[in-house]
């Protein structure tokens, strides 16, 4: 059983600044995907970036050029650092992660964001 917990998330200004961490309880160096996800009171779960094996990148078109999407292999923790947030980015932010060779996908318990305007 794997475990991602989240965390970072807090209150922030429109046009601040946060950086959340998720830490997995098994290696990240072997992934095969790793993905940050949002949902907002009354929305839909949304994709926010996902990573993949191969180190690709891709975000969300409301989020590119403000969220960076990085992970540090040694610890393993995969992090997402949110520039310029708007009230629009206020949402519970989840992890979730596959791994080479096995089936699941794990998912974390959350972090939430609010950005007051």
């Known amino acids: 059983q794997v475990v991602l917990v989240e965390s970072g998330g807090g209150l922030v200004q429109a046009g601040g600044s946060l950086r959340l961490s998720c830490a997995a309880s098994?290696?990240?160096?072997?992934?095969?995907?790793m993905g940050w996800y949002r949902q907002a009171p009354g929305k839909q779960r949304e994709l926010v970036a996902v990573?993949?094996?191969?180190?690709?990148?891709n975000y969300a078109d409301s989020v590119k050029g403000r969220f960076t999407f990085s992970r540090n292999n040694l610890k393993n923790t995969a992090y997402l650092q949110m520039n310029s947030l708007k009230p629009e980015d206020t949402a519970n932010y989840y992890c979730?992660?596959?791994?080479?060779?096995?089936?699941?996908?794990?998912w974390g318990k959350g972090t939430l964001v609010t950005v007051s305007s």
């Open positions: 098994r290696s990240i160096s072997s992934i095969s995907a």
């Open positions: 979730n992660a596959a791994w080479l060779g096995d089936g699941t996908v794990y």
């Open positions: 990573i993949t094996s191969d180190g690709n990148t």
